[in-house]
């Protein structure tokens, strides 16, 4: 329903009616019947018009006659714009008989008319719908009254109601009226706000809706206090439509309303700020309170006159006493004896407002009688006018740091190292210096003379100024300073000080203080591991970081002076025996020998170093040409020559030297380079020098590819395993096959034992190579012998494979191949046995006693050692190829072949001759009484498809080769 608001109206009972709904009044009042029935009467006051719905007049009363002056007869059947010059009235009319669709029950409206005179009135208009018929209402009888008069005092009564309207709006309280059944019945903005909604959201609804549900029994008690004519104010809070709560103060009155029923106005006063400052009152208050309660110091509030008006625990557990004995009472009481007079002086200032604040040390004699140190704090807490009001005293326990600075003044005073404590300006000296200054220095305080700097004389000038700048420059404490302290009898004594800054309120540095101590014994031993760390232990040479260090700075100095600098590599020959025979100990001493020979036969500027085991390094500067270092190489191999006496034993050692020259990127690059013109010297025969060149790089570097890529080859079966009958040079008759192993490198195609095996040897992967090649040679021969029962395979082991590692490899290949111990024949080197001649016999005595056969190979080549010989669990010798090579010679050569075989037989052994290539030699050998041939005569390393052919040759076929 459209509500037409009105400021004021006369209904025909003369009720007034204030702003409202008049529908609604109507509506409420059983009016509409009324007007009905007074539609019908001709003596009302009322104009009464009934309209059919296309708006003809089809009744015209009496009083509507004197309203718009006119006739009834004039008016009735036509169109109701008769009845209203101007537009204004028209539109009202209009308006109402649009209505009638709504099917609204009373429709009113007020309006201004001007009557045909020009008279000016007000008039208010009511529209009522005839009965309905069916879905449409017939017409509308419509009452207009002159409410003129009705209006001018109306005008008075809205004027005071819209002040007291913008009163109400306009207040920074919020207003509720509330009826009996706790429903909202008006609101102002202000409360609107307050809540944060609308008024259409609240006018209606219970007065719950605006509360906290815990605080509706509270509100409901008060409203009934105040029908019990108790009228009180109270906090309350609103729930906001956020759900905060908004804090209120709230004060009511009870009104009626128009029908004289109880309700109530309420009024809301926003207490939110109130609430918070209260909050933080209360939260500042409990902060306040914890930290007084539970500080670690003590905390009193004293009165002017002295008097303890308040304390914390810690003031209770500070002096022993609880709070009922200090409250009430004199601090002065338990103050020691001594410092009563002067501590209550200071009070006295401060509680007269002549000190704000004070603070000093004193003593409280504890309850239990001993005396507590305390730094004390006092403050005057000045009232509103500014006044002090009562002191604020804060106590410090501060027995312990007192006990302990006793205690350090005592070790101060009994201490090794200086502590001290110096201040600068115009005469610097010692504010205080532990007896240790005399005790270290033999200096006491008065020695130093006045003007004069005592740091000067005992750092001297450069080192004092030193320490001075570094204080000065800001730092509060500087690292710790060494420094050579002079004695007062001259010595100079290294000492350690550390020290920090004493600076001023401006930050200006007046002094320092610190300790000093003695580290003479410790730079003593700094200087020995500093020489330790650069040194060989054993031969007190420079040792590899040293010896990098030197080189670098040499090579540095090349890119200033002209000249050759050099590097000679030097590895003793042989070494390894001398500590296996004679024990490390002669060994050791073997060593510095060579160390002292080494550097008794360099120059003196040059560098002699260890770089562990027997390998040794001289570097040489400022050479004329590369040719001098091979000739001082050449030097250094004549003086080893001359024998050394160790301890009675009379020992002969030799080298191999690789010399390397500038120029070299970096003291590595060209160490390595010496090593490898070392290591190539080695090779060629040993007791040599070599100098290192481009082919030697390059063979090192196809090395070094190599070792990476024999990293792979076994997983790869990259390894190939040929086969060299050994013949009976009696019958002819293939009795055994030397296993030669071969590799098919991807890159460099099929390579040969003597390109390789060193790398692995070197690599450390010959025991693995060899353990897979007695696999393959064992497994292939085992399955020969089915047609061939008395043949035997030859494997060569390395001095690397002689280890106790060899004998588990043995077993395993004889397992798993199935062949017999007695046909598997162990090929060693004399070098290889006599590298490591104890271990290396124990190993090929085991061996022999698992059965297997043991070949000396190479024989005349190594050491030759008759006694070893003797020892060795050997059962065949094999003639080098080069003695072979030289039968047709002279006739010494023949008689070298001779002796080898003859040594072989009278030991019960038998010879083998390898390298057999010519039917001259095969006859000479045979003639000779060797028992076994081996060469390229008869056959040459043939892979494993092609050995069944080779073992079904008669023998005849080999001999007619001879």
């Given amino acids: 329903m459209k509500h037409l608001w009105v400021d004021r109206y006369v209904l025909p009972n003369r009720e007034t009616v204030r702003q409202g709904s008049v529908t609604s009044l109507l509506a409420n009042s059983g009016e509409a019947e009324r007007l009905r029935s007074s539609a019908q009467s001709a003596n009302d006051d009322d104009a009464v018009i009934e309209l059919d719905p296309a708006g003809i007049i089809k009744g015209f009363n009496v009083a509507a006659e004197r309203l718009f002056a006119c006739h009834s007869l004039t008016v009735l059947g036509k ?300 403050s005057a807490v000045p009232d509103p006018h500014g006044a002090p009001a009562y002191l604020a005293v804060v106590v410090q326990d501060v027995t312990n740091a007192v006990i302990t600075a006793n205690t350090l003044h005592l070790l101060a005073n009994n201490a090794q190292d200086l502590i001290f404590r110096y201040h600068f300006g115009v005469e610097p000296g010692f504010d205080y210096a532990s007896p240790a200054l005399e005790s270290l220095y033999g200096y006491v305080p008065d020695d130093f003379p006045a003007g004069v700097d005592p740091m000067h004389c005992l750092l001297g000038d450069t080192q004092a100024e030193a320490m001075y700048a570094a204080l000065g420059s800001g730092h509060a404490s500087i690292a710790p300073l060494s420094f050579e302290v002079a004695h007062k009898d001259g010595r100079k004594i290294w000492s350690e000080a550390r020290v920090i800054a004493i600076v001023d309120a401006t930050g200006e540095t007046i002094g320092m203080e610190g300790i000093v101590r003695d580290i003479s014994q410790r730079k003593a031993i700094e200087d020995q591991l500093a020489h330790q760390a650069l040194h060989d232990p054993l031969t007190g040479l420079p040792n590899r970081a040293l010896l990098i260090d030197r080189i670098a700075q040499a090579l540095a100095r090349l890119e200033r002076e002209t000249g050759v600098t050099a590097v000679l590599f030097l590895d003793l020959d042989g070494f390894k025996l001398v500590n296996d025979s004679l024990g490390h100990a002669i060994g050791d001493k073997l060593l510095q020998s060579v160390g002292e020979r080494l550097r008794g ?275 065949e010798l094999k003639i080098d190829r080069a003695f072979v090579q030289c039968l047709a010679g002279t006739e010494a050569d023949t008689a070298i072949v001779t002796s080898i075989i003859e040594l072989a037989h009278t030991m019960g052994l038998r010879a083998v001759a390898e390298g057999v290539e010519t039917l001259a030699q095969a006859s000479a050998v045979r003639s000779l009484g060797c028992d076994s041939g081996q060469g390229f005569l008869w056959s040459r390393p043939v892979g494993p498809e092609s050995v069944p052919a080779l073992l079904r040759l008669r023998p005849h076929a080999f001999m007619t080769q001879t």
Avoid at 834 to 857: E, P
Wanted: proline share 4%; aromatic share 6%.
């Fill in 601 to 875: 036969a360099a120059r003196s500027a040059d560098s002699v170093a260890r770089l562990g085991g027997d390998e040794f390094v001289v570097l040489c500067e400022n050479l004329v040409d590369p040719a001098e270092a091979m000739t001082l190489a050449e030097r250094l191999l004549q003086d080893l020559a001359v024998p050394f006496d160790i301890a009675g034993h009379q020992l002969f050692i030799s080298a191999s030297i690789g010399v390397a020259t500038t120029p070299a990127g970096d003291p590595d690059t060209i160490i390595r380079d010496a090593d490898a013109a070392m290591y190539h010297a080695k090779k060629s025969g040993r007791n040599r020098c070599a100098a290192f060149t481009h082919s030697l790089h390059e063979q090192t570097s196809r090395n070094l590819r190599l070792a990476s890529d024999l990293h792979r080859a076994l997983e790869r079966n990259e390894f190939r395993v040929q086969y060299q009958p050994l013949l009976s040079l009696a019958s002819g008759e293939v009795t055994a096959l030397e296993a030669l192993i071969r590799w098919q490198h991807p890159a460099e195609g099929l390579l040969f034992p003597d390109e390789f095996i060193a790398v692995a040897e070197d690599a450390g992967l010959i025991v693995s190579i060899g353990a897979w090649v007695l696999i393959e040679a064992c497994t292939q021969t085992a399955r020969w012998i089915q047609h061939c029962p008395e043949l035997s395979i030859n494997v060569n082991v390395s001095a690397y494979q002689l280890t106790d590692e060899l004998i588990g490899q043995v077993t395993t290949a004889l397992s798993e191949s199935g062949l017999p111990a007695k046909q598997l024949v162990l090929e060693v080197t004399e070098s290889a046995v006599m590298s490591n001649a104890r271990a290396g016999i124990s190993v090929l005595q085991r061996l022999r006693g698992l059965g297997v056969h043991i070949s000396v190979d190479d024989f005349g080549t190594g050491y030759s050692s008759l006694a070893y010989l003797h020892d060795l669990p050997v059962d």
């Fill in 79 to 378: 169109p109701v714009a008769v009845l209203l010059p101007g537009r204004t009235l028209e539109k009202v009319f209009a308006t109402l008989l649009e209505n009638l669709d709504s099917k609204r029950d009373i429709e009113s409206y007020s309006t201004n008319y001007q009557r045909p005179g020009g008279e000016m009135l007000k008039l208010w208009m009511i529209a009522v719908p005839l009965t309905h018929q069916g879905d449409r209402p017939m017409g509308l009888t419509v009452i207009a009254r002159n409410v003129t008069s009705a209006h001018r005092t109306s005008a008075d009564v809205t004027a005071q109601y819209s002040l007291y309207r913008t009163m109400v709006e306009t207040t920074r309280e919020g207003i509720a009226i509330v009826d009996a059944d706790f429903r909202i019945r008006f609101v102002n903005t202000r409360l609107i706000n307050m809540v944060g909604c609308s008024a259409t959201q609240i006018l209606g609804t219970s007065a719950e809706a605006i509360l906290f549900p815990e605080d509706v029994p509270m509100v409901r008690e008060m409203a009934a206090r105040r029908r019990q004519g108790i009228s009180e104010g109270y906090e309350l809070r609103l729930k906001h439509k956020d759900g905060s709560a908004v804090w209120t103060w709230i004060e009511s009155s009870p009104i009626p309303d128009e029908t004289g029923q109880a309700q109530s106005l309420i009024m809301f006063t926003d207490i939110s700020d109130r609430k918070r400052a209260e909050t933080v009152l209360r939260e500042r208050e409990a902060v306040f309170r914890g930290h007084f309660e539970y500080a670690a110091v003590g905390i009193s509030r004293v009165g002017l006159d002295g008097t303890v008006l308040e304390v914390n625990p810690a003031m209770c557990r500070i002096t022993g006493y609880e709070i009922d004995d200090l409250v009430g009472h004199s601090f002065s009481e338990i103050t020691h004896p001594e410092d009563r007079i002067p501590n209550g002086e200071t009070l006295r200032r401060v509680a007269a407002g002549l000190d704000r604040w004070a603070e000093f040390d004193k003593r409280y004699i504890h309850r239990d009688g001993h005396v507590v140190y305390a730094h004390v704090t006092i």
